[in-house]
């Protein structure tokens, strides 16, 4: 797998890279700002692109513009986006217009390898992969009615996978359940969320997120 890295701060991308390197994956290219990204991705032709995203010289959204602007010039390129803070606002905008091969992670996974090393290779496939804390974020978020009322323990466990961005045979391998047992359970979410069910990992995953960000009471970060 080939990696571009673009993070203003140098040490961050270099413990990213040191990672990544010594977990088999060929780190090709590294930028401090995304200026010329588009350019940087034609060159290298990197499986995924890690990316900041607040870049200079704002510090706002650069990076997840430049992100959004690369997949819709070269959409097979997959784009895992770093971010200091829980912003769900941000991993919904990442998902829209039908994206897939996207992630949204926090950048305290950089002291879990595993969990950013997966979700790398998730992207790189054409998969989604969203932050756990940013999904926790979402379904702890207080509601006048809370959508999730009616699940089961089981079933808001499952809720959570799938919009982490998890297949089915995924959760049923991590939850030691069978992938019919899954596939049962969310049917069952889908059903009593009220959206369609669909075995697109990421439309799912855009649904769900969508469905309750929408829901949430008040502000949301």
Known sequence: MRVILVDDAALVREGIARLLVEAGIDVVAQRSD????????RRHRP??????????????????????????????????VLSQHVETRHAVELLAEGRTGVGYVLKERITHPEALIDAARRVATGGTAIDPEVVRTILGTRRASDPTASLTERERVVLGLVAEGYSNESIAARLALTTRTVESHTRNIFLKLGLEVDPGTHRRVLAVLAHLRVRASGSEP
Do not use: F, I, N
């Not at 997840?64 to 959409?75: D, T, V």
């Open 47 to 80: 499986d995924v692109v890690v990316v900041d995203v607040r870049m200079p010289p704002t510090h706002t959204t650069e990076g997840l513009r430049a992100a959004a602007e690369l997949k819709r010039e070269l959409p097979d390129v997959g784009v895992l």
């Open 34 to 41: 995304a200026t010329d990204l588009l350019a940087t991705v």
